[in-house]
């Protein structure tokens, strides 16, 4: 398996600022996600990070608003930028190894 | 990757067996069975997957149909701590575990 830890766990943001989440693997993984899961719903993926390129998004995300790194094999960031309220959510970030896929326990992002 | 469709909400009694449909009619030759279980205010934690045999692991197992159309997750012995949204995904795999595109899941609610 995969042990994956996020920082911060929590966090209370303003409106209009940015916050950027870290993702750490145990070991090295060659798939890493980005899920968002809105208050009462299931989990959506944002993007897809790549190591040494830009990430790949899904339909209706976008980079200016959710730029992701990923610099190495174990470690990637998701910054969300110029919050708004409707950005209140649990960000997850997940990695792939083998045929199986691994979360870590989220960021609980609340918008004020 | 193919939709499934499983029912919003089961109970089951401590000690019994919970068995869990998940109809995934649209399922192709190469994809894989995945079962995962979301615990509240938890990341998703990886349960079992199969791609056309029953498997068996210490936490469940898992019964694929013949024609692959659907498959049933079998807790033996449901505890309270078994309560928790289960969640059926079907997607292709190769030796790096690709992105899960999680539905609505299962609310399983183990009652005393």
């Known amino acids: 398996s995969a042990v994956i830890s996020q920082k911060p766990s929590r966090d209370i943001c303003q409106r209009g600022t940015s916050l950027t989440i870290q993702c750490q693997v145990d070991s090295q993984v060659t798939m890493m996600f980005w899920y968002r899961q809105q208050p009462g719903q299931s989990l959506t993926l944002i993007a897809t990070?790549?190591?040494?390129?830009?990430?790949?998004?899904e339909s209706g995300f976008v980079i200016d608003k959710f730029p992701i790194s990923r610099p190495n094999l174990t470690f990637s960031t998701l910054t969300v930028s110029n919050m708004s309220p409707e950005d209140s959510s649990i960000y997850l970030c997940?990695?792939?190894?083998?045929?199986?896929?691994?979360f870590g326990p989220g960021t609980r992002l609340l918008v004020l | 990757d193919a939709k499934t469709t499983q029912p919003p909400s089961m109970d089951c009694a401590e000690g019994r067996a919970a068995n869990l449909p998940c109809n995934h009619s649209?399922?192709?030759?190469?994809?894989?069975v995945y079962w995962y279980r979301q615990i509240h205010s938890q990341g998703p934690q990886y349960i079992i997957h199969g791609l056309k045999n029953n498997e068996t692991n210490e936490m469940a197992s898992l019964i694929i149909t013949e024609d692959r159309k659907s498959s049933t997750l079998i807790l033996p012995h449901a505890t309270l701590r078994d309560t928790a949204v289960y969640y059926c995904?079907?997607?292709?795999?190769?030796?790096?575990?690709?992105?899960?595109?999680f539905g609505d899941g299962t609310t399983l609610t183990v009652k005393p």
């Open positions: 990070a790549n190591q040494g390129s830009e990430a790949t998004y």
């Open positions: 649209t399922i192709s030759g190469n994809e894989y």
């Open positions: 997940s990695a792939g190894r083998r045929e199986t896929q691994y």
């Open positions: 995904i079907v997607r292709g795999t190769n030796t790096n575990a690709g992105k899960s595109t």
